[in-house]
């Protein structure tokens, strides 16, 4: 099928078009600069020049080549991240969930399109409850002040996702080639430095992603023709208390040190003390069951940094 990719070039958006190739989609891949219409050129797909962020060049681009497909991968995420100031970091990504999802959803149905695939999160789960989180469990309630836009432009992207009767692929915590956690990552480094520490008693459940597994899934969605919302994230969800030292052995860098909330919270907010402190974990069944997909990576646990090598960021 012809498959038009948003976000391309990102972290999923670089495994998935050289995975479609070669099952026969023709890929077109949405690059607003010279820079990534090469990028894309050289994983097999064809370019499409627009921002995603200008409405008609948008659906004008994806009028001109019609595709039966569309999957929103956008995500504009600083790297590395301050914690502290998570509103100011996610704004532009903000905006790609609202405003860029309303342009993708206008050009692809102006196009007639069949499938629509959207990223959101398996992490914004509210922490009152217990055990992994389903799809029917509510996303967080009171969330802290600096993280509440940002689970509002989730919220928007689901809502217009699902209503148009596409597929949102909620992602864990992603790691692999081209993350914060890929042996070139900002949070690897973190980790290498003997900053990034335990907070509290780490208690937040993690429920990670490998790219190659969120692309993975990008493309069971498209030949299923899912509807609904999907978490897609490993078998092996585990405490920051367990991963994070596991990580640092794997890195052969320092135990990671272990820091008080209240101590945290001045230097990295309530967000940040809520994301090592709070998040719940999430499980993947609906997604095995509805389109068969399973994690080629099912544990982070075995290598982490080796499954991670290469790419960006
Ligand atoms: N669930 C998660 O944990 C999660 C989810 C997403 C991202 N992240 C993290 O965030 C970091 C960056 O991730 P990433 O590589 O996906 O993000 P990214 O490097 O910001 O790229 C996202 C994609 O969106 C495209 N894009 C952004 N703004 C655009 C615009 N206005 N018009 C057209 N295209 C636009 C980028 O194109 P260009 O090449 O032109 O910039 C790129 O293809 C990584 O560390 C990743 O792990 C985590």
Redesign the pocket.
């Known amino acids: 099928m012809r498959v038009f990719v948003?976000?391309?070039?990102?972290?999923?958006?670089r495994p998935l078009v050289p995975m479609l190739v070669e099952k026969g989609h023709e890929v077109l891949g949405?690059?607003?600069?010279a820079?990534?219409a090469e990028?894309i050129a050289g994983l097999a797909g064809t370019p499409v020049t627009?921002?995603?962020?200008d409405r008609e060049a948008v659906v004008a681009a994806i009028a001109r080549v019609r595709p039966e497909a569309v999957v929103h991968?956008?995500?504009?995420?600083p790297?590395p991240l301050d914690p502290k100031h998570i509103d100011a970091e996610f704004r532009?990504t903000n905006r790609?969930r609202t405003e860029?999802t309303r342009n993708l959803l206008d050009g692809w149905r102006a196009a007639g399109g069949r499938l629509f695939v959207a990223?959101s999160?398996a992490?914004a789960y509210d922490p009152e409850g217990r055990g992994l989180r389903t799809e029917d469990d509510p996303l967080w309630r009171r969330p802290p002040r600096t993280f509440a836009g940002i689970l509002e432009a989730i919220r928007d992207l689901e809502s217009r996702v699902t209503a148009a009767g596409g597929a949102v692929l909620r992602?864990?915590?992603?790691y692999g080639p081209?993350?914060?956690?890929a042996d070139d990552?900002?949070n690897t480094a973190r980790v290498r430095a003997g900053r990034f520490p335990v907070v509290g008693s780490g208690e937040a459940v993690f429920s990670f992603?490998h790219v190659d597994d969120a692309a993975g899934a990008a493309v069971r969605a498209l030949e299923t023709g899912v509807r609904g919302v999907f978490n897609v994230v490993d078998d092996d969800p585990a405490p920051v208390r367990e991963w994070l030292p596991e990580l640092a052995r794997q890195l052969g860098a320092p135990a990671p040190g272990h820091v008080p909330t209240a101590a945290a919270e001045e230097t990295s907010g309530e967000w940040g003390v809520a994301y090592l402190t709070r998040l719940a974990g999430a499980s993947n069944a609906r997604a095995r069951q509805a389109m068969g997909w399973r994690p080629i990576h099912p544990s982070w646990r075995r290598a982490m940094v080796a499954q991670s090598a290469g790419g960006?960021?």
């Open positions: 948003a976000g391309a070039t990102g972290a999923v958006g949405l690059a607003r600069s820079g990534a990028e627009a921002d995603a962020l991968q956008l995500t504009a995420i790297s532009l790609l860029g990223q999160i992490f992602y864990g915590h992603l081209g993350t914060q956690l990552g900002a992603t960006r960021h």
